[in-house]
């Protein structure tokens, strides 16, 4: 499965994301209070302390276009969200293998050595994107520069 429509954030970004949609949703149910525009002190009250509006006939239709409205501000918060996230920069880590050595061979190493790495040299690299799982991949030269060919898209559920 591709990663490509994922959206990845963090809960700092999340969160102000929710806030600010919570702040323009309790202006905008305020001014309609304000304007007298379908909604009760009571029912503006209940909303702002989280609970849900009253369900006879009159009043579902008042629910009907508030719960329209914070749909609609809610898909503008995502699509916000989405482009925000589409412009952040992402680090990208390719490892190829790993050694676990005690600290006095870490210490006598000198320019030249080698070190043996936990795979074989036709193995795949792990790739990494903000530290996560993202692909595998086969090292290659390209233009003089180390690269390395996706040869896997890790699904999320690996």
């Known amino acids: 499965m ?3 429509n994922s959206v990845s954030i963090s809960e700092n970004e999340l969160n102000s994301v929710v806030n600010s949609v919570k702040d323009v949703n309790t202006k905008n149910l305020q001014e309609d209070y304000k304007l007298g525009v379908g909604i009760s002190k009571a029912e ?14 009159s009043e ?6 508030y719960e329209k409205k914070i749909a609609k501000r809610r898909a503008h918060a995502a699509e916000v969200l989405e482009k925000m996230n589409a412009s952040l920069p992402r680090t990208i880590s390719v490892i190829y293998g ?4 005690d600290a006095s061979f870490v210490a006598g190493l000198k320019q030249g050595d080698s ?8 193995q795949t ?16 030269v390209c233009d003089g520069h180390a690269s390395v060919k996706i040869v896997d898209i890790v699904s999320e559920q690996s």
């Open 98 to 101: 790993s050694a676990t050595k």
């Open 125 to 140: 690299a792990d790739i990494f994107v903000n530290g996560s799982l993202f692909a595998r991949g086969m090292l290659e």
């Open 44 to 57: 503006l009250e209940k909303v702002l302390k989280g609970s849900s509006l009253s369900e006879d006939a």
């Open 60 to 65: 579902s239709i008042v629910k009907s276009e």
């Open 115 to 122: 070190i043996s790495l936990d795979r074989l040299s036709d």
């Open 2 to 4: 591709s990663k490509a």
